[in-house]
């Protein structure tokens, strides 16, 4: 694996003074600044400063049809996805339609399993949903490209509301949209929704929003304008924020300003103690303290957990457990959830270790050859299906390229799962091999950044040829460049356990990336611990620190420059800094 270029992060000056001034502390300016941000205002994380949802094209049809459902007790199914998002969307409609007025009757949801129903509203799953006595469909995180499934519900008599945000499908080029009665997506053609990026869960909660508003014009609420007290109050929607922050960062979309604002709140809450009993549980079970609970307890404590269930068992257990409100079959289910996530834990663990001797393989023979490859795709008769993308992403993050992994699925096809890097279209990608070799790809679809595709065990060689044409032709050497952005030195007044509350109280990820430092250190000791982890005692600025890298065995030099991320490192009560590494550089290398 090549060493990444540190890079320092463009600085704006101008921006950080201004925060500064509006009452910002000096380090949060310069980060905020660094990432964009260009006034106080873009900060403000109150609920009244989110987009509206009548901008979010087909939520007021949506808020109609669902409105009529209510009122004539329609049965409706929720169509979930089997990922967190999947997930925690499902749990957002589910409650979100009891709190507006549906009764449990009215209410079911069915979930593909991976293995046997594939991705999205299949006819199957459409057949599932009526055996139910489903009269309404409502697909929360899929559906935008789910023609036949949608077709077929329409056949059975079916109103179908699909909210999803993923990309469209494409046929000979152009957009096919499914012929739901309603699509509520902010990526389909003509929705001019400032956000892109709403993920799933994100979505379905604009969806209720739409619907509080639709049944406050119908009266359905108390409305002491016009006097009429007899009608219940006004549901209040925030408490299903902890779900929507969950399942936004957990699906690891960009966090512009509209979806750090949900995340921010639904965090607020969680650290109040204000979230569902599933919630809470799967914070013990991951042993974090939802008192302080941060961005990266959702991407990489709870979304894990409530993931392992759709890639190796059913994703119905993670809906329950954010479903109940009983604590004690909460804390039953995460259980479950956690001991499942272990178990997947160890079969990617195998999986990774044959991927990297595949890959290994493959780069020996460019080696040989003297060429550079620009993408991978690899194939394991004994990979499992549900963990190619965990994999995928893996082997993206070691050799900086993209990369499909593919396994055998139960109907004998070929399900590969990609990863992809800045400047690559890999859905995009997808679809110029389909073009150039029709018939290969069954199916595919995805984003930029994530995309998968099915195809026979015998087309593997055309795909893998193919796809590397692609990406050889996509990719230039600025974007095959590893870079690591930095945040520059960190002041030594900054090195304290408040600084890094301060920073761990704060909304990154994707597009608003986490703090990353880089200072020139003296190496005073380094030994191996745990066999696969490098602990460092540093000098830097006259004082010795900690600092730990993680899966790193090779010694560093005796004076480099640590790219590094400050946390606090707790043991037996007792807290203290730790810088966490990175990237290295040998100083005048």
Not at 129 to 150: E, Y
């Amino acid at each position: 694996m090549s060493t990444p270029t540190l890079t320092l992060r463009p600085q704006a000056p101008r921006s950080a003074w201004a925060l500064e001034q509006a009452g910002v502390t000096p380090l949060l300016a310069q980060l905020f600044a660094s990432r964009g941000v260009r006034g106080i205002d873009e900060l403000d994380d109150a609920l009244v400063r989110l987009l509206p949802p009548s901008e979010l094209l087909g939520a007021a049809k949506a808020a109609t049809l669902l409105a009529d459902a209510l009122r004539d007790q329609l049965r409706v199914c929720v169509v979930a996805d089997y990922d967190c998002d999947g997930a925690t969307a499902c749990a957002v409609a589910l409650r979100g339609l009891a709190l507006l007025g549906a009764s449990p009757e009215q209410l079911g949801y069915v979930v593909p399993d991976r293995a046997v129903h594939g991705y999205g509203l299949t006819p199957t799953i459409v057949d599932l949903a009526l055996a139910q006595g489903a009269q309404v469909l409502l697909t929360v995180d899929n559906g935008v490209a789910s023609l036949a499934g949608v077709a077929h519900a329409r056949a059975h008599g079916l109103t179908v509301i699909v909210t999803d945000h993923h990309l469209p499908a494409q046929i000979d080029g152009e957009i096919v949209l499914p012929d739901a009665h309603v699509i509520v997506n902010p990526n389909q053609p003509g929705c001019r929704f400032a956000s892109k990026n709403l993920a799933g869960v994100g979505v379905i909660f604009y969806v209720l929003l739409a619907l509080r508003m639709e049944l406050r014009a119908r009266g359905v609420y108390a409305d002491t304008l016009h006097g009429n007290h007899d009608a219940p109050a006004q549901p209040k929607l925030d408490a299903l924020l902890d779900l929507v922050a969950l399942g936004t960062v957990a699906d690891v979309v960009r966090l512009d300003a509209n979806n750090r604002r949900l995340v921010a709140q639904g965090l607020k809450r969680i650290r109040a103690g204000r979230m569902q009993p599933g919630v809470a549980a799967l914070f013990a079970a991951a042993g974090r303290d939802a008192s302080r609970a941060a961005g990266f307890d959702f991407g990489f404590a709870l979304g894990p957990r409530i993931n392992a269930a759709g890639r190796l068992s059913d994703m119905t257990l993670g809906i329950e457990c954010l479903l109940t409100d009983d604590p004690a079959r909460a804390a039953q289910l995460a259980q479950q959830l956690d001991a499942i996530n272990r178990e997947r834990r160890n079969v990617e663990a195998g999986m990774r270790e044959q991927a990297e001797t595949l890959l290994n393989a493959l780069l020996q023979q460019f080696n040989d050859a003297q060429t550079t490859p620009p993408a991978f795709a690899i194939y394991g008769r004994d990979f499992h299906e549900g963990v190619v993308g965990i994999v995928a992403s893996r082997l993206k993050d070691q050799v900086h390229r993209p990369t499909f992994v593919f396994a055998r699925g139960q109907d004998g096809l070929l399900k590969g799962s990609g990863r992809s890097i800045e400047g690559f279209h890999l859905r995009d990608a997808l679809d110029l091999v389909s073009k150039r070799h029709p018939g290969v790809l069954k199916k595919f679809g995805g984003h930029a950044m994530a995309a998968g595709c099915t195809l026979d065990e015998a087309d593997f060689a055309t795909f893998q040829t193919a796809f590397q044409q692609v990406a050889r032709e996509g990719l230039d050497a600025s974007t095959l460049e590893r870079r690591l952005l930095s945040d520059g030195p960190l002041g030594i007044e900054h090195f304290t356990i408040d600084t890094v509350q301060s920073l761990n109280a704060q909304v990154w990820g994707p597009s608003f990336e986490p703090p990353l430092f880089s200072d020139e250190v003296e190496v005073v000791n380094q030994r191996l611990v745990g066999e696969k982890h490098l602990k460092l005692s540093i000098k830097h600025g006259g004082t010795l620190r900690d600092a730990i890298w993680f899966g790193r065995v090779d010694p560093l030099p005796p004076h480099v420059t640590l790219a590094y991320r400050l946390s606090v490192d707790e043991y037996n009560g007792r807290q203290r800094l730790q810088m966490i590494v990175e990237s290295a550089q040998a100083v005048g290398a």
